[in-house]
C-alpha cells in the first residue's frame, strides 16, 4: 500500500472523489439524521462516514498546500473551501461533540455538489487547463 505523501495530485483528487462518492453512497438509505444513532451499526456508519468527511478534508487541503493555493479557492469559489478545511480540523480535534445532522447535512447537501466540482477540478487537469501545477 503506498503512503499518502507518495500519491501525486490526480491521484489525490481521485481518491478523495472515491471517499466522497463512498460516503454518499453508504448513506443513501438514511433519510433523516437520527438515524444515525438507533443502532449499533447505524453508529458504525455515522462513525465511518464521518471519518471519510474528515479524509476528503484533509486531502483537499494537502492539495491546496501543494498547488500553492493556487487552484481550489481562486478557480472554484462556488465551493467554501475554507469551510471544508475547518469541517476537516473539527472532526480531528472535537470529535466527542460531531453533531450528525450536520454530517447528514454534509452527506445529503454539501457532498454531492463537491463531487460535481472535484470532477470537474478533475476534468481540468486532465485537459491541462492547470498546466502551470504539474501532476505527480
Same mark, same amino acid.
Request: without cysteine; positive net charge.
Given at each position: 500500500m503506498r503512503s499518502m505523501s507518495d500519491m501525486g495530485l !490526480?491521484?489525490?483528487?481521485?481518491? !478523495?472523489?472515491?471517499? +466522497?462518492?463512498? +460516503?454518499?453512497?453508504?448513506t443513501e438509505d438514511i433519510k433523516e439524521f437520527r438515524q444515525f444513532l438507533v443502532s449499533p451499526e447505524a453508529m458504525d456508519l455515522f462513525d465511518a462516514t464521518t471519518l471519510r468527511i474528515q479524509v476528503v478534508g484533509e486531502? !483537499?487541503?494537502? *492539495?491546496d498546500d501543494m498547488t500553492g493555493g493556487r487552484i481550489l479557492c481562486p478557480c472554484y469559489p462556488e465551493i467554501p473551501w475554507r469551510s471544508v478545511f475547518g469541517m476537516r480540523n473539527f472532526i480531528s480535534h472535537e470529535y466527542c461533540m460531531v453533531d450528525p445532522e450536520e454530517i447528514f447535512n454534509v452527506v445529503k447537501e454539501d457532498l454531492p455538489y463537491l463531487i460535481e466540482t472535484l470532477h470537474r477540478i478533475i476534468a481540468d487537469f486532465e485537459a491541462g *487547463?492547470?498546466?502551470? *501545477?504539474?501532476?505527480?
Open positions: !490526480l491521484e489525490r483528487l481521485r481518491f !478523495l472523489t472515491m471517499k +466522497a462518492e463512498q +460516503a454518499v453512497n453508504r486531502m !483537499l487541503k494537502q *492539495i *487547463i492547470h498546466s502551470e *501545477i504539474p501532476p505527480r
